[in-house]
C-alpha cells in the first residue's frame, strides 16, 4: 500500500446532525472529544432504532420461556474499551437485552390469547404484503430493492420475509480496489476526491446499501426484515491491528444487526478478549458447536447455540468450523464439535419451543455447507455462509444464489444456501417465504448479491451516497489509522511479490525475508518458518510504510521458539509439497529461512549467521539428521498445528508476542532490504 492511502472517507469533515438510517439520531448534536464523537449518540440511537423495529429474542437456556422486546432505553454507563484497543465505548446491558419474563397467566387463558394474537397478526401481514404496504412502513425511494416476491401468490399459510446478510468483513471499514488498495468511489460518474472505478465496498455504503435493502422489504422497513453476520469481523487491516475489535463492535451495532455466528479469526486474540468484545455488541453471538471442558464464565454469557427473533418466530443456529482449534488461539478447555450433530441439536430444542422457521449461520465454508445440508437431519430452510469468501450467483463459478441442497434423509426438504464474498464487497438479500412446516417455497423465494459499487454504470446502487452515521462513527478511527499508516519503518530495494494463493508452491522472497526477520529475532535460533498464508500483500518497493507492513501480513499472531527434530522437519516439508498429511489437507506451502530443500535432499543450517542470504564465514550446512533435535522459530500459529503443517508442538518458548514487530525491526535494521531467493524445489 502507498504512504497515505489510508484516506478518511469522502466529506468526512462535514458536520451533519442527521442519522441516514431513517430512525433518528436520538443525539441531536456531535460530540467533540476525540474517538468519543463516534460514540456520540449511538446509545440513544440504539435504542430509538430497537423501538422501532421491535426485535425480541427467545433465550436458548429455556425451552418454554417467552422472549422479551429489547428495550433498549438505557442510562449512562461507564464507557469501556478492550484491552490493546483504542476508543471509547459502552458495555451492553446483558440483562435489559436477554432477560425473561415468567408466565404469570394461567395456562388455558395463555393459550387463548396466544391463538388469538398468532391470528389477528397473520391476518394482517398477509393482507399487509397483498396490498403493498402497511402503516409505518419507510417511505419510498427510487433505489430501494421491491420485494421479490408476488404478493398475490403468497398463500395464507406462509410467511414472507426478507433476510440480508454479510459476511467476513475482516475489518475492512473503507472502500477499496481490487489490489486492496483503500480508495475512494466515483459517484454518479464524477469523481469525488480521489475517485476511482473499481472501488468497491466500505462500511458507510455498506450500511446505504443495507437500508436501502431494508427499505424494499415491503412491511415496516426494518422490522419487515432481518439482519445477519456470518463471522470473522476480526483480522485484516490496520483497523483490527489498532483497535482490536472496538470499530467491529460499533460498527455491528450501528447497523443494529439482529445475530452474528462467530468466525475463527474472532479467537485469534484469545478467548478472554472475545468475551471482552463480545460484551460490546448487541446482537446475540451463535455458535452452537463451542464446547467448554472447564468454565469460562465470560466468554460462556457471550455465547448462545441459537436465537429466536420473535418477530418473525425464526430460530437462527451459530455453527464455527472445526479448523478453528488449529488456526486459532481458542486456549485450552475450549473445542469445536461435529457441526451437524451442534445442528441437528439445535433445531431439535426450537422445534421443542414451537419454532419451525429455522435460519442457519455458518463460518464453515461453502463445501462444507453443502455436506451439511445434505447430511443434518431436515429442518434447516436457510444456511448463511462465510469462511470461504464465496461468491454465488448466475455467473458465479461456485454456484447459484441460492443454492438448493437435498436432504439425504428427506430429498423433498430442500435447504437454500447463500454466501456474499468477503471484505464488505457484497451485500447478499433473500426474500424467504416458509411453508407451514418451515421449509422454503424455492418458487417463490429469490434474491441476489448486491455488489457495494456506486460508481459502476451497471449497479442498482449507482449514485447512493454514503451513510453519514456511519461516516461520522468511523471519524476519528481513520484519522488514528491514517496518522500510524504513514509512519516509516524502512525501505525495499525492489518489490517483494505477494503469494498468488496460501498454497502457492513457489519459494518467496517475501517469505524468505520474514523467516530471516524469525531466526534473527530469536537467535542464536539458526532456523525458521512459517506458513505462505501468513503472507497476504506485496510489499512495494521504495518507503516501507506500517501500512504496507500491515497489509503484507495482516495477522496478529505470537512468535516462539521450539525443539523439532529432523524427522518433524522432514514430514513438514512433504506434507507442505504434498498438500497432504495424516488424510487430511495442508492449507499451505512452506517458506523457511535455515532450510534448504532441493531433488529430495534436505539441508539444514546448524549456525546462526547473517540474515540477508549472502554466504559469509562461519555459516554452516550439512544434511538434515532424522534423530537429531534443532531450534526452530515459528508462528505460534504453526506450533499449535495450524493448516495441518505439524502435530502441535508440547513445549514451546515465548519469543514475542508478534510476528509482525520482528519483521519491522528486521527491515528497520538491514534496510533497504533486497528480494532473495535460495532457489529450493
Not at 4 to 15: A, V
Amino acid at each position: 500500500m502507498a504512504d497515505g492511502s489510508y484516506i478518511p472517507l469522502r466529506d468526512l469533515g462535514r458536520e451533519d446532525d442527521g442519522d441516514d438510517s431513517g430512525s433518528g439520531s436520538g443525539s441531536g448534536r456531535e460530540q467533540s472529544a476525540g474517538a468519543a464523537a463516534a460514540a456520540g449518540g449511538l446509545v440513544a440511537r440504539r435504542a430509538g432504532r430497537a423501538g422501532k423495529r421491535g426485535r425480541t429474542t427467545q433465550s436458548p437456556g429455556s425451552e418454554e420461556a417467552e422472549g422479551e422486546a429489547e428495550g433498549e432505553a438505557e442510562g449512562e454507563e461507564d464507557p469501556a474499551e478492550l484491552e490493546g484497543g483504542a476508543g471509547p465505548y459502552r458495555r451492553r446491558d446483558d440483562e435489559a437485552v436477554w432477560s425473561r419474563r415468567a408466565l404469570v397467566l394461567p395456562a388455558a387463558m395463555f393459550a387463548a390469547m396466544g391463538l388469538l394474537a398468532l391470528a389477528v397478526a397473520a391476518a394482517g401481514r398477509v393482507r399487509a404484503w397483498r396490498e403493498g404496504g402497511s402503516e409505518g412502513a419507510e417511505a419510498a425511494d427510487p433505489r430501494v430493492f421491491p420485494f421479490g416476491v408476488d404478493r398475490a401468490r403468497v398463500g395464507g399459510g406462509q410467511y414472507a420475509v426478507r433476510l440480508i446478510h454479510t459476511n467476513d468483513a475482516h475489518a475492512h471499514f473503507l472502500p477499496h480496489g481490487a489490489d486492496g488498495d483503500a480508495c475512494e468511489p466515483s459517484r454518479g460518474g464524477e469523481p469525488s476526491r480521489g475517485g476511482a472505478a473499481g472501488c468497491v465496498g466500505g462500511a458507510a455504503y455498506a450500511k446505504a446499501v443495507v437500508d436501502q435493502l431494508r427499505g424494499g422489504a415491503g412491511v415496516g422497513g426494518a422490522a419487515g426484515s432481518l439482519l445477519v453476520n456470518a463471522g470473522d469481523e476480526f483480522e485484516g487491516s490496520i483497523f483490527h491491528v489498532l483497535f482490536r475489535g472496538n470499530v467491529s463492535a460499533r460498527l455491528l451495532n450501528a447497523f443494529a444487526y439482529d445475530a452474528v455466528a462467530l468466525g475463527n479469526h474472532e479467537f485469534d486474540l484469545g478467548p478472554d478478549h472475545l468475551a471482552r468484545y463480545l460484551q460490546l455488541v448487541r446482537a446475540p453471538a451463535l455458535c452452537a458447536n463451542l464446547a467448554f471442558a472447564r468454565a469460562r464464565p465470560a466468554l460462556q454469557a457471550a455465547v448462545q447455540p441459537f436465537a429466536v427473533i420473535d418477530r418473525h418466530r425464526i430460530g437462527v443456529i451459530g455453527v464455527l468450523t472445526p479448523e478453528t482449534m488449529a488456526s486459532s488461539r481458542m486456549g485450552p478447555g475450549l473445542h469445536v464439535t461435529d457441526p451437524v450433530a451442534a445442528v441437528n441439536d439445535a433445531r431439535a430444542r426450537l422445534a421443542r419451543m414451537g419454532i419451525t422457521r429455522v435460519v442457519l449461520l455458518s463460518h464453515l465454508g461453502y463445501d462444507a455447507d453443502r455436506a451439511l445440508a445434505a447430511r443434518a437431519d431436515p429442518g434447516i430452510a436457510l444456511i448463511v455462509g462465510g469462511h470461504s469468501h464465496t461468491l454465488l450467483g448466475p455467473n458465479a463459478t461456485a454456484g447459484p444464489y441460492p443454492t438448493w441442497v437435498a436432504s439425504a434423509a428427506n430429498p423433498a426438504w430442500q435447504t437454500a444456501i447463500v454466501q456474499a464474498k468477503a471484505l464488505g464487497e457484497y451485500v447478499g438479500y433473500l426474500d424467504l417465504v416458509f411453508n407451514d412446516d418451515g421449509s422454503l417455497d424455492a418458487r417463490l423465494t429469490a434474491g441476489a448479491p448486491v455488489r457495494v459499487d456506486v460508481a459502476a454504470a451497471d449497479s442498482p446502487v449507482r449514485g447512493l451516497p454514503p451513510s453519514r452515521q456511519i461516516e461520522r462513527l468511523l471519524r476519528p478511527f481513520v484519522a488514528q489509522a491514517a496518522a500510524y499508516a504513514r509512519q516509516p519503518v524502512g525501505a525495499a530495494a525492489a518489490e517483494f511479490a505477494a503469494p498468488a494463493g496460501k498454497r502457492d508452491p513457489a519459494e518467496l522472497a517475501l517469505g524468505n525475508l520474514v523467516a530471516d526477520a524469525l531466526a534473527w529475532a530469536a537467535r542464536p535460533v539458526p532456523v525458521a518458518v512459517l506458513g505462505t498464508g501468513s503472507l497476504r500483500r506485496r510489499l512495494p518497493a521504495g518507503p516501507v510504510t506500517r501500512a504496507a507492513l500491515i497489509d503484507a501480513l495482516p495477522f496478529a499472531d505470537r512468535l516462539v521458539a521450539a525443539n523439532v527434530t529432523g524427522a518433524q522437519l522432514r514430514a513438514l516439508v512433504a506434507a507442505t509439497l504434498a498438500g497432504a498429511r495424516n488424510g487430511r489437507p495442508v492449507d499451505t506451502s512452506l517458506q523457511a529461512a535455515g532450510l534448504r530443500w532441493a531433488a529430495g535432499a534436505i539441508h539444514v543450517r546448524t549456525a546462526a549467521a547473517d540474515y540477508d542470504r549472502r554466504p559469509v564465514a562461519g555459516e554452516r550446512w550439512e544434511p538434515l539428521d532424522d534423530a537429531r533435535a534443532y531450534q526452530v522459530a515459528m508462528p505460534a500459529f504453526v506450533a499449535a498445528g495450524g493448516d495441518n503443517m505439524l502435530d502441535e508442538l508440547a513445549h514451546t518458548v515465548p519469543v514475542d508476542e508478534s510476528v509482525r514487530g520482528p519483521v519491522e525491526r528486521y527491515i528497520a535494521r538491514f534496510s533497504p532490504v533486497a528480494p532473495l531467493l535460495d532457489h529450493r524445489k
